[in-house]
């Protein structure tokens, strides 16, 4: 899901006029920094990159699968 830091922004002070809070709330950077981690949100830049597969993906991933099904089995665990 992609939300904006604006829209964050904007929502807080919405919601904060709607509470009926007194005063004046701004939202600023630091607040947004301090909610997002309170949260555990991560703030990313969308990217029109993507990192490539490696040609021997597949061959890779059954050999993980492999390594798996050994692991198990040498435990005793079928």
């Not at 709330?25 to 920094?33: D, K, L």
């Not at 301090?34 to 890779?60: D, E, I």
């Amino acid at each position: 899901m992609t939300v904006h830091q604006s829209g964050i922004k904007n929502k807080a002070k919405e919601l904060f006029t709607q509470l009926g809070y007194d005063g004046t709330f701004s939202a600023s950077r630091g607040w947004i920094s301090k909610f997002l981690k309170r949260n555990r949100l991560t703030s990313r830049r969308v990217t029109g990159h993507a990192q490539k597969v490696p040609a021997n993906a597949g061959v890779m991933i059954r050999a993980f699968i492999d390594q798996c099904h050994n692991e198990v089995k040498s435990k005793g665990n079928h």
